[in-house]
Every structure is written in structure tokens, then in C-alpha cells.
């Protein structure tokens, strides 16, 4: 029970600090796309690339982290940092493309509206961003609950070392392979859990905010 | 007063041309039907004579000023001059009244006195008083579109372009809405209409221009003259 716990407090700290680092380059760069043309194609790319395998996510991000890789000097291999950082790079496509089409809406609708309200152009941004907020918050909550739930890039970067680098995922993945289908099916339960809390979530963010 | 010269416009730079040497005025105490079938470029025509979208190439003038050549700070003057209430009611999160009192609040009026003027806006529309503390998304598509309305009344602009404001509302309130339109273009406000319903538009407008092959054509005045 206490590593059951320890593992799941682990998974959430992880996933959120990935969200979080991603969120802080990933909103910009939706913003950008979303207000200046030229941007656009990244919101494209991002779009594509939503779908992205985790463990593709997790080699690439392997061969830059190991010793011999250009980031080696970091020393973040096998650490949690690394695993954050493995799945903020895995949801920043999915970050960036809803970011891009909540942001380009209400950027379309709101900031038009303030401007035909006499509002300055900083001011008709301003409220765009504030009624974009629901939806970048939406954003943010699925981007955890994909972080939450991959298994590639924890295990490559992560190493699934007890007590350090173990997550819901990897946890699940040793135990199946020790044959303890009930262990693993008690994580999963745990991990599913973590996923309908983020719909909650998002769902009472908009009851919140919306309409 | 608004005028637009020879106005092209295009959403991207390959698209189609919308508006083709287009040319429209709103003056003040004047109102203005535009109508054209769907697609023709009503929409834009409007939105440039609203002030808020730059034509690909054209003259657009306001009050005898080249609006697009102006610093941020002309502009900002003289689109405070125009409100521009969408087809689509654009509502923000918020109650009716913070609704209708938001152009007020853009413009750093203080609230007691916005929220004031809102209530006003909301009667002179015949918005019941018991509907001011809802949430504006929760009403239906009609009452969304009289609290547009009222939001662009309630700053008094001395050019209103409503964008087919009668589509969704009751016969009452279509008649209520026309008729305080006619009060505002006799009390000197320039009203530009894009409308379906000819019956009612009709009877307030001064002018009527068909949006058609991207130009604008006048049609024959209601008075028939």
C-alpha cells in the first residue's frame, strides 16, 4: 500500500511538472501561431504530430540524454526530470494544436468584439485571453491525463528504478511481467482513476467558467 | 460619418475578391438597408464600414479621416465613434448585464454608472428585468441577439451597423428593435442595416444598396425616389 501510494503521488508530480514545462512553451507558441500567419505551419505540424508513439518520444530523448548524447553532460538519465521532460515534449503537439484553436477563436471572436466595443487593441487582447481561459485550462487538463498514462517514455528514460524513477505505467508493465496480473490490475484501477479525475476536472473547470 | 472608395477585399491573398471596387457611405442620421443574397459580401462590407477589418485596397474614411493611415491612437478615437453588433451574437462569460455593460467597461467607464447605463439599454430594448442576472449563453439565440444590441446602444455610437439583427427575434421585438432604430437615426445616428427581412428594414431605411458581383448597387428608396 505505502509503495502503491508512493508510486501514484510520484506518477501525479511527474505528470503535472510535465504539463506545467510544457504549457509554458507551448501556450506561447500556440499564441504566436494563432495571431501572426507566418506561425501557423507550427500549429500544423503540432496537429500532425499529436499521435506521436511515446517511445519514439522516449529513444530520441534516450540518445540525447545518454552519456555519449549531446545532453549527457545534464546527467538526467534515469531521473524524474528526465521522465517530466520526456512527456512534456510527448504532450506539447497536443498542447499547441488545442491551444492553437482555442486561441485563434477567441483571438477571431473576442478580441473583434472589444475592438467594435472601442476597447484598445491591448485591451481586446485581454479579453480574449480571459475568455480563452476555460479552454486552455481543458488543454492543459487532457495534456496531464495523456502525461499520466504513457508508458515509453517513463520506461526509456525512466529506467523504472524502485522508490526513485517507478511510475503507475512502469509499475504496471514490471508487474505483468512478473506474471502479478492482480498487482497490475490494482495499478491500472489507480491509473484510471488519476484519468476520470482529470475529465472531472475539466468538466467542473467549465461549469465554473462556462457560459 | 463613414465612407468606403472603391474598396477590393480578400480573405487571402489567392482567394476570391469578396468586395470589387465597392463603394458605400453611412451618414449621420441616415439609415442604410443593405441586402444581397447569402455569401455576396454583406458581411464584410460591413465589418470594413464597422471599422474592423482593413480592405485588401480601397479608401475607407472616417469622419473625413483616412482611418487606416492613422496612428493607433486615431483609430482607437474614431472606432469608439462606431459599434459594429455581429450576425452571430458574440457573448462573454458573464451576466446579461455585465453583457450590455462591457462596451461602457472597455472604455473605462466606472461601473455603478455602466451598469446603470446597461439597464437602460436593456428597457429601452425590452429586456425584462428579471432576465439582467442571468448568464447571457444560457438565453435563446433571440435574447442573445437583443443583448447585442443593447451592448452596442449603451455606448451611444454615432454610427450602428447591425448585421442581421432582426434574424431570431419575435415579431414584437423585430418591431420594438425598428423602432428604436428609427429613434436613434432621427435623433442624428448613422444606422447601416444588413437585413433579410425587407418588411421592417425596409420601412426605416432612407437608402437601400444590393451587395452584388462584389460592387454595391442602389436600389430604388422605399419612398420610391
Given at each position: 500500500m505505502g509503495e502503491l501510494l508512493e508510486v501514484t503521488l510520484r506518477s501525479l508530480y511527474i505528470s503535472l511538472s510535465a504539463t506545467l514545462l510544457a504549457a509554458s512553451w507551448s501556450l506561447p507558441l500556440a499564441y504566436l501561431a494563432a495571431r501572426r500567419p507566418g506561425f501557423s505551419l507550427v500549429a500544423r505540424a503540432a496537429e500532425a504530430l499529436v499521435g506521436v508513439p511515446t517511445v519514439l518520444v522516449g529513444l530520441l530523448l534516450y540518445m540525447l540524454l545518454s552519456r555519449r548524447g549531446p545532453l549527457g553532460f545534464l546527467e538526467l538519465l534515469y531521473t524524474p526530470a528526465a521522465i517530466a521532460l520526456g512527456e512534456a515534449v510527448l504532450v506539447t503537439p497536443l498542447l499547441v494544436a488545442v491551444g492553437y484553436r482555442v486561441l485563434s477563436t477567441a483571438v477571431a471572436e473576442y478580441g473583434e468584439l472589444a475592438l467594435s466595443l472601442g476597447a484598445s487593441e491591448g485591451q481586446a487582447l485581454r479579453l480574449a485571453l480571459r475568455e480563452a481561459l476555460p479552454g486552455l485550462v481543458a488543454a492543459m487538463v487532457m495534456a496531464f491525463s495523456r502525461a499520466v498514462g504513457e508508458l515509453g517514455v517513463a520506461l526509456m528514460v525512466g529506467g523504472n528504478i524502485r522508490g526513485y524513477t517507478r511510475t503507475l505505467t512502469t509499475a504496471i508493465a514490471l508487474e505483468v511481467s512478473k506474471g502479478e496480473f492482480e498487482a497490475a490490475v490494482s495499478l491500472g484501477a489507480v491509473l484510471v482513476g488519476l484519468m476520470l479525475a482529470s475529465a472531472a476536472a475539466v468538466y467542473a473547470a467549465r461549469r465554473l467558467w462556462e457560459p | 460619418m463613414i465612407r468606403l472608395r472603391g474598396v477590393w477585399h480578400r480573405?487571402?491573398?489567392?482567394?476570391?475578391?469578396?468586395?470589387?471596387?465597392a463603394d458605400f457611405t453611412v451618414s449621420p442620421g441616415e439609415a442604410v438597408l443593405v441586402v444581397g443574397p447569402n455569401g455576396s459580401g454583406k458581411t464584410t462590407l460591413l465589418k470594413i464600414a464597422g471599422l474592423l477589418l482593413e480592405p485588401s485596397r480601397g479608401l475607407v474614411e472616417a469622419w473625413g479621416e483616412p482611418f487606416w493611415s492613422l496612428p493607433r491612437s486615431g483609430r482607437l478615437r474614431l472606432r469608439r465613434r462606431v459599434v459594429y453588433v455581429h450576425e452571430k451574437p458574440i457573448l462573454v462569460r458573464g451576466t446579461v448585464l455585465e453583457n450590455i455593460a462591457l462596451g461602457l467597461l472597455l472604455r473605462g467607464a466606472p461601473r455603478g454608472e455602466a451598469l446603470e447605463a446597461a439597464r437602460e439599454a436593456a428597457e429601452a430594448l425590452g429586456i425584462p428585468g428579471s432576465l439582467l442576472g442571468e448568464r447571457a449563453r444560457r438565453l435563446s439565440r433571440g435574447l442573445q441577439q437583443l443583448v447585442a444590441v443593447a451592448r452596442a446602444l449603451a455606448v451611444k455610437p454615432r454610427v450602428l451597423i447591425l448585421d442581421e439583427p432582426f434574424a431570431h427575434l419575435d415579431y414584437r421585438r423585430r418591431r420594438l428593435l425598428a423602432e428604436k432604430l428609427e429613434e436613434l437615426r432621427d435623433h442624428g445616428t448613422g444606422v447601416a442595416v444588413a437585413s433579410h427581412d425587407t418588411g421592417l428594414a425596409a420601412r426605416l431605411a432612407d437608402r437601400v444598396v444590393a451587395v452584388e458581383d462584389g460592387g454595391v448597387r442602389p436600389l430604388e428608396t422605399p419612398a420610391g425616389g
Open positions: - | 480573405y487571402t491573398s489567392r482567394g476570391r475578391w469578396v468586395l470589387r471596387g
